[in-house]
């Protein structure tokens, strides 16, 4: 197994930050729009956004939910393994509002689409945009696409994105995977 | 662990304690769901589940059908008293029958201890136990104990006593399984002649006082008296039962601690418990119906992934 580098401490820090920006520049005060983390691997970097347009940006009343997909998969009984439900939190309603997916990796698109439809079960949002930290170009199974991204990547199937959080590894780094 | 290490529920024996620990984990996740304003996922959608009762049910029944359509299952249903079996038709053939129709997945009731793991042997389905004569309500079972680690965190090291006829009850001999499985202390209360003789084997404790029981325990499971089932005189008189094994509100105000009632239901008020205890803040037995659907789901959930 071999793993090369794709963002570093410091890449990954500049890029949050952009990202904030760059919702600051769509959704200016948040007060009509709402961030969604999707279980389980969006939720460290929806929560380091919030905490960045927070602390740095000085934004008050952010409204963060965590979504868990697991039972809106269309791979139910389709693969070997069972996928272990997360929570979904969210206490508030999206009915009317700018809903912001956020999630790390974007892939196939399968997760996104299983949002789509679990999301629904709490209101119809006025519209949806994605957020993704590294999107991986040619590998889409459905017409999705993220309305902001971190970094565009160019892997291959074989190969595996990683992406490490402080909070769970002790760095923050993405890296790409050979097996 | 992320899967079932049975392929049916036949019983609460055949569980492992990480098995009734994965359904409760899961029944969490659907609890959520079922208090949502959109009470339904698709997981199921290309499921088809027969409900065959053969015997007398609402509660089961609908919890059963609520749990399988809220995961967006197929349902079809049975009941003996409009069937074929009136007929002459046998067990197997009804239900070969109602396989040809393409069914993934069946819940059965039947009066005959066993059915549930015979359809198991000779039908390719998977089977869920929905109460085998007076032999096991696994899922009864589950909820009463699910709603037990509700309300108190755990069940482990909870004293719980089942109160009534013990020797017709299903509900019973699968609470006694779930509850040991877990860690509890049981013990089960009533008048000798209705708790069975091997009751010794299963090591709980046996005691014939309703006062001293109540004093015991942490939890009281009320069974109704099922005269259904009962072929000769069990007691003198509905009366004099209730007069010893009824539970009251005076009786309950002169315990020296507050305990937990419940009631797999139908309740007979009156009879095993009176009107006032049943609607008292004490009682968690409209707790157990929500939280029946919950755990029926996570059942269906986790056995259908095997399919």
Request: positive net charge; proline residues 3%.
């Given at each position: 197994?071999?793993?090369?580098?794709?963002?570093n401490n410091?890449?990954v820090?500049?890029i949050l930050?952009?990202?904030a920006?760059?919702?600051?520049?769509?959704?200016t005060d948040?007060?009509n729009t709402?961030?969604?983390?999707?279980?389980p691997?969006?939720v460290f970097?929806?929560?380091r956004?919030k905490?960045?347009?927070t602390?740095?940006?000085?934004?008050?009343?952010?409204?963060?939910?965590?979504?868990?997909?697991?039972?809106y998969r269309d791979?139910?009984?389709r693969?070997d393994?069972l996928?272990?439900?997360?929570?979904?939190?969210?206490?508030?309603?999206?009915?009317?509002?700018?809903?912001?997916?956020?999630?790390?990796?974007l892939?196939?698109?399968?997760s996104?689409?299983?949002?789509?439809?679990?999301?629904?079960s709490?209101?119809?949002p006025?519209?949806?945009?994605?957020?993704t930290?590294?999107?991986?170009?040619?590998?889409?199974?459905l017409?999705i696409?993220?309305?902001?991204?971190?970094?565009?990547?160019?892997?291959?199937?074989h190969?595996?994105?990683?992406?490490n959080?402080?909070?769970?590894?002790?760095?923050d780094?993405?890296?790409?995977?050979?097996? | 662990m992320?899967?079932?290490s049975?392929?049916h529920?036949l019983?609460?024996?055949?569980l492992?304690?990480?098995?009734?620990?994965?359904?409760?984990?899961?029944?969490?996740h659907?609890?959520k769901?079922?208090n949502?304003?959109?009470?339904?996922v698709?997981?199921?959608?290309?499921?088809?589940?027969a409900?065959?009762?053969?015997?007398?049910?609402?509660?089961t029944?609908?919890?059963?059908?609520?749990?399988?359509?809220r995961?967006?299952?197929?349902?079809?249903n049975?009941?003996?008293?409009?069937?074929?079996?009136n007929?002459?038709e046998t067990?197997?053939?009804?239900?070969?029958n109602?396989?040809?129709?393409?069914?993934?997945?069946?819940?059965?009731r039947?009066p005959k201890?066993g059915?549930?793991?015979?359809?198991s042997?000779?039908?390719?389905?998977k089977?869920?136990?929905?109460g085998?004569g007076?032999?096991?309500h696994?899922?009864q079972?589950?909820l009463d104990s699910?709603?037990?680690?509700?309300?108190?965190g755990?069940v482990?090291?909870?004293?719980v006593v089942?109160v009534g006829?013990?020797l017709?009850?299903r509900?019973?001999?699968s609470?006694?399984?779930?509850?040991?499985?877990q860690?509890?202390e049981?013990?089960?209360?009533?008048?000798?002649?209705?708790?069975?003789?091997?009751i010794?084997k299963l090591g709980v404790?046996v005691?014939?006082?309703l006062r001293?029981?109540?004093?015991?325990c942490d939890?009281?499971?009320?069974?109704?008296?099922q005269?259904?089932?009962m072929d000769?005189?069990?007691?003198?008189?509905?009366?004099?039962y209730?007069?010893?094994?009824?539970?009251?509100?005076?009786?309950?105000?002169?315990l020296?601690k507050e305990?937990?009632?419940?009631?797999p239901?139908p309740i007979?008020?009156?009879v095993?418990i009176?009107?006032e205890?049943?609607?008292?803040?004490?009682?968690?037995?409209?707790?157990?119906?929500?939280?029946?659907?919950?755990v029926?789901?996570a059942?269906?959930?986790l056995?259908?992934?095997?399919?």
């Amino acid at each position: 197994m071999s793993q090369k580098v794709l963002l570093n401490n410091k890449e990954v820090n500049i890029i949050l930050h952009r990202l904030a920006c760059q919702l600051i520049e769509k959704h200016t005060d948040f007060s009509n729009t709402v961030l969604i983390g999707l279980q389980p691997r969006g939720v460290f970097l929806a929560q380091r956004l919030k905490l960045i347009l927070t602390k740095d940006y000085n934004l008050s009343n952010i409204k963060l939910g965590l979504l868990d997909i697991t039972f809106y998969r269309d791979d139910f009984r389709r693969s070997d393994k069972l996928h272990k439900a997360n929570s979904t939190e969210i206490d508030f309603l999206i009915e009317d509002k700018h809903v912001v997916f956020i999630d790390d990796v974007l892939y196939t698109g399968r997760s996104i689409r299983s949002a789509l439809t679990a999301i629904q079960s709490f209101g119809r949002p006025a519209g949806i945009e994605l957020l993704t930290l590294i999107d991986r170009r040619f590998s889409r199974h459905l017409p999705i696409q993220p309305n902001y991204r971190g970094r565009q990547v160019d892997a291959i199937n074989h190969e595996k994105v990683l992406v490490n959080w402080k909070e769970t590894k002790g760095e923050d780094a993405v890296y790409l995977v050979n097996n | 662990m992320s899967k079932l290490s049975v392929d049916h529920l036949l019983g609460v024996k055949f569980l492992k304690h990480d098995d009734i620990n994965l359904i409760f984990d899961t029944a969490d996740h659907f609890k959520k769901v079922i208090n949502r304003p959109i009470k339904k996922v698709p997981s199921l959608r290309d499921i088809t589940i027969a409900n065959l009762f053969f015997e007398n049910s609402t509660r089961t029944k609908l919890s059963f059908e609520l749990a399988q359509k809220r995961l967006s299952a197929d349902v079809i249903n049975f009941s003996s008293g409009q069937s074929s079996l009136n007929k002459g038709e046998t067990l197997i053939d009804t239900v070969n029958n109602i396989l040809s129709m393409k069914v993934d997945m069946i819940v059965i009731r039947h009066p005959k201890a066993g059915a549930a793991k015979f359809l198991s042997n000779h039908v390719d389905a998977k089977i869920i136990n929905a109460g085998d004569g007076a032999h096991e309500h696994p899922t009864q079972a589950l909820l009463d104990s699910y709603s037990i680690r509700e309300k108190f965190g755990e069940v482990k090291g909870k004293k719980v006593v089942i109160v009534g006829d013990i020797l017709h009850s299903r509900v019973a001999l699968s609470n006694i399984f779930a509850l040991q499985t877990q860690g509890a202390e049981v013990m089960v209360c009533g008048p000798r002649t209705l708790i069975p003789k091997y009751i010794n084997k299963l090591g709980v404790k046996v005691e014939t006082n309703l006062r001293n029981a109540l004093e015991w325990c942490d939890v009281a499971n009320m069974l109704r008296v099922q005269n259904e089932r009962m072929d000769i005189s069990y007691f003198p008189s509905t009366r004099e039962y209730s007069l010893q094994y009824g539970i009251t509100k005076d009786l309950l105000d002169s315990l020296n601690k507050e305990i937990t009632i419940m009631h797999p239901g139908p309740i007979n008020r009156g009879v095993e418990i009176t009107s006032e205890v049943a609607d008292s803040n004490q009682s968690i037995i409209l707790n157990q119906v929500e939280n029946g659907v919950a755990v029926r789901m996570a059942v269906i959930y986790l056995l259908a992934s095997k399919i």
